[in-house]
């Protein structure tokens, strides 16, 4: 058995046989009607190959390139839509199959332009909010189209463009053009550059073509001329983008995607729409001024509606940086930074008011032991539950932090040492009478050392930390699973004493 033939050498194989095909019926037909339909029926044939070489880039594509190759498929839909409706026009005369003929075929890179708006960084082959309203100012741009090309000008037949509209009609293409060049300039992407200065460059030659075309040799010209040759010769180019595309970059699939610097700059995409839809509604209020003001409005609001879910997301993001770079990873509660600062923050406000500031200091029991026995994803889960634990316990108004490894530190406003080792009890006694199962495995009890202190000068930060741990280390030192300096004794809160387990967790 023969081995076959790699899908991109048999679709190549096929292009180049339908285009010499092109080329014999152009030779041995000419413009004549036969000829005519035998062009459009080739180069209908090579649109289809085309989208099924650009689907078949979308499934080996993922995160932008796949949303990519999805709008490149839709803009060849309609553009094969528009060749049937060319070789059905062949068959049938039709106005008004010629008019959406050429409508379609003008306006085809439509869909293909909104991969400006898409986001290398964050894409995912999803629509969000924030590309929805894109489409509809998409939208918006084919009605104004289509009034501003055809519907106000005088065409010499319905399947052609008005002279008078074909100057602006070209600066917008070259933008479009433009604009995938300049985003394949700035992006920090190699998928991103490759895509977008590939298409660029085939999106100016079409223009090119396009040109040709109108203002020259090509305007006396009829389907099965020469001409014909060039526009296969169009197809061929994104099908060859397609077949030898390989995605270079794969997707982070990181809980936390890289921050990649974005520049003012790169927003002028988003401007892109509005500003040509304000463009022709300038024509088009000479004619329709209420239809005009519509266009306007709504593209106004798509506009404003984006540039507040974008402020939104700034916003949450915002907070989140703010949330994170103060908050532990693994526990959630303040950092070292962070509870220190509210630390330093409680004893200025102890100062003013004149009131003491408690501080405890706790460091699990045996915790190395845990670790050992169990594996450092079960004492990471310790940790939590200690730490959701203690949180639960103190009062509203104090702050818990992770001091370090499994000290954790706590402040507690309003305190003199009596009230702070009774808080530090209390949390003691809450602990100790958990037991934690992790896997299915046996029980894990834990306890907690306390070394406490108060203070009420701002100038006491360090004094109250050093005193705090020093009595920590008392209490290891003394039986672990205790409070120093000790106050007094609850009926309760004896060291020796061994609390009921009242709380289970089950991990």
């Known amino acids: 058995m023969t081995k076959a033939l790699p899908r991109t050498r048999v679709i190549l194989t096929l292009a180049g046989i339908l285009w010499l095909a092109h080329a014999a019926v152009i030779a041995f037909l000419g413009a004549n009607p036969t000829g005519g339909l035998w062009s459009d029926v080739i180069q209908l044939a090579l649109g289809g190959l085309l989208i099924y070489a650009i689907a078949q880039a979308g499934k080996a594509s993922e995160g932008l390139p796949r949303s990519f190759w999805r709008l490149a498929a839709v803009a060849y839909g309609l553009w094969f839509i528009a060749q049937s409706l060319g070789v059905y026009s062949d068959l049938v005369t039709s106005p008004t199959a010629l008019w959406i003929n050429n409508m379609l075929f003008c306006f085809w890179f439509v869909p293909l332009a909104m991969a400006l708006l898409l986001d290398p960084d964050h894409e995912a082959g999803r629509l969000d909010a924030l590309v929805a309203l894109d489409y509809i100012q998409a939208v918006l741009i084919c009605v104004a189209a289509y009034v501003y090309f055809f519907y106000l000008p005088k065409a ?88 030898t595309w390989k995605q270079a970059e794969a997707l982070d699939v990181a809980l936390e995607p890289p921050r990649r610097e974005r520049r003012a700059y790169t927003e002028i ?105 169990r594996g450092h994803a079960a004492g990471d889960n310790v940790l939590r539950i200690i730490s959701s634990a203690m949180a639960a316990v103190v009062r509203p108004y104090d702050s818990v932090g992770r001091y370090g490894g499994e000290e954790f530190l706590i402040v507690a406003p309003g305190c003199g040492l009596a009230e702070t080792w009774e808080l530090a009890e209390r949390v003691r006694t809450h602990i100790a009478a958990c037991s934690i199962v992790v896997g299915g495995e046996a029980r894990v009890s834990v306890s907690l050392s306390f070394g406490i202190a108060a203070g009420e000068s701002a100038n006491d930060s360090e004094k109250l930390l050093h005193a705090a741990d020093a009595a920590l280390y008392l209490a290891k030192s003394t039986g672990r699973n205790r409070v120093e300096p000790r106050i007094s004794r609850a009926a309760s809160a004896g060291s020796d004493s061994a609390p009921a387990s009242d709380k289970d967790f089950w991990l």
């Open 156 to 243: 010499v037949s319905p399947g052609q463009l008005p002279h008078e509209v074909w100057a602006p009609y070209f600066v917008g293409y070259g933008l479009v053009a433009l604009a995938f060049v300049l985003r394949a300039l700035i992006s920090h992407s190699q998928d991103t550059r490759r895509l977008f200065g590939r298409m660029g460059i085939f999106l100016a030659l079409s223009g090119c073509a396009d040109a040709l075309f109108y203002y020259g040799p090509g305007q006396s010209l009829n389907p099965g001329a020469w001409f014909d040759l060039l526009w296969s010769g169009l197809l061929i180019i994104p099908l060859l983008i397609a077949v």
């Open 269 to 373: 995409f988003y401007l892109l729409y509005p500003m040509l839809v304000l463009f022709m509604s300038l024509r088009i209020a000479r004619e329709r001024l209420g239809l005009a003001a519509t266009l306007l409005f709504l593209s106004f609001v798509c506009f404003s509606a984006r540039l507040l879910i974008t402020q939104n997301r700034l916003v949450v993001a915002k907070d989140a940086l703010r949330r994170e770079a103060s908050r532990d990873g693994l526990t959630g509660l303040w950092n070292h930074k962070a509870i220190l600062e509210i630390l330093a923050r409680e004893l200025l406000r102890g100062q003013r008011h004149s009131d003491a500031v408690g501080v405890i200091m706790a460091d699990v029991d045996n915790f190395k032991l845990i670790n050992d026995t």
